[in-house]
């Protein structure tokens, strides 16, 4: 059971499309994005893909984009590992297309035309590019490429995460949110890359109850999810959104750095960040994972684990039910005791490891 299907393409009103009150960063992002969408530079027409939101506690939203697993550009490397060299020869955001290129974050000689004010010099002296994703889930769903002519591998840094929450806070808007796959979370390129798009609703995930675990001493508070069917953590408080951000990218830096996937949600304008432990990609290959869902195909990646599950069959979308896609979820999540024990050596970490200057 379902509620009625809602449109995807937008979801915005025409009073609000023109409401001065959305920030210049983000009507620059629409513009654009539409921009690219009239050129046909898309695998698919999202505003033509059905949508629904599932019935029962959690209100998951359901996305029929049928052989999207299909279209869209082919994992290149292994899944096992989180942290793996850059492969030139492989596809990176070098190779794209200009005409996806929306704009790049640089240093600009004029002030108006800057959207991230008080940036370090560091993080503005390599130009980083927002590009269209070409196989998009959501309307203006987009890619940030930190530095993109550095050429880095998809693994987090604290200068990288801080451009991403300086992107969702800019935007200045709760249905805008950012996302960052690992390698073995469903990351699909070996080039650091944090994705984004609008979609107005609230997911799952951002109204779970939450249980606070610590506040560390910059006032930065860490939670656990309770009553979730994936196990995470969500970060919120801090003097600045730098502090914010310093702690939850050494939480990931700490994860890498342990070879753990996992999957990250900058949420509420960069005021609330979660951290998705997930442990699907190491189910399929010991060959674990449900034959039910692995003929689902469905990759869970940053947004299905925060409850916007894309499904690329025409029966899987017809059927979906909140029991199957708990189900789903709880076999990408950590098992209790796997995350009781992940839990206790991260706040152990941040008890004994200092922030980085």
Avoid at 8 to 13: A, G, K, R, V, W
Avoid at 333 to 351: A, D, G, R, V
């Amino acid at each position: 059971m379902a509620n009625k299907g809602f449109d995807l393409s937008c979801s915005l009103t025409k009073e609000e499309d023109s409401d001065p009150k959305l920030s210049p960063f983000l009507c620059k992002l629409f513009k654009e994005w539409d921009d690219r969408k009239a050129r046909g530079l898309f695998h698919h027409d999202i505003s033509s893909c059905e949508t629904k939101i599932l019935h029962g506690e959690h209100n998951f939203v359901a996305t029929l984009i049928e052989g999207r697993d299909q279209k869209k550009r082919p994992t290149q490397f292994g899944m096992n590992q989180v942290i793996q060299p850059f492969d030139g020869a492989k596809f990176n955001f070098t190779k794209v297309s200009l005409e996806e290129v929306i704009f790049t974050l640089e240093e600009a000689q004029d002030d108006s035309e800057k959207y991230f004010g008080n940036v370090p010099h560091a993080l503005a002296a390599s130009p980083s590019a927002i590009l269209i994703n070409v196989s998009p889930i959501g309307y203006c769903h987009v890619l940030l490429i930190p530095r993109v002519q550095d050429c880095l591998p998809q693994r987090v840094d604290k200068e990288s995460f801080l451009l991403a929450m300086y992107v969702a806070r800019e935007a200045r808007n709760p249905f805008f949110r950012v996302g960052y796959n690992s390698l073995g979370g469903f990351a699909t390129i070996n080039h650091l890359h944090f994705q984004a798009y609008y979609l107005k609703v609230q997911y799952p995930v951002e109204k779970t109850p939450i249980e606070k675990l610590a506040t560390l001493e910059n006032d930065v508070s860490i939670f656990q999810l309770v009553q979730y069917p994936v196990s995470g953590f969500a970060f919120e408080g801090g003097s600045c959104l730098e502090d914010l951000s310093d702690v939850v990218s050494r939480v990931s830096i700490f994860m890498q750095d342990n070879n753990r996937p996992f999957n990250v949600l900058i949420s509420e304008s960069a005021k609330r960040v979660f951290l998705l432990p997930q442990c699907y990609a190491e189910k399929q290959a010991l060959g674990k994972a449900s034959p039910q869902f692995l003929d689902m195909r469905i990759n869970p990646a940053v947004w299905e684990l925060s409850g916007h599950l894309v499904l690329k069959r025409k029966e899987d979308y017809d059927e979906a039910s909140e029991a199957t896609m708990s189900r789903f979820l709880v076999e990408a999540s950590l098992s209790e005791s796997e995350f009781q024990e992940l839990k206790s050596c991260i706040l152990e970490f941040l008890s004994t490891a200092a922030p980085e200057e």
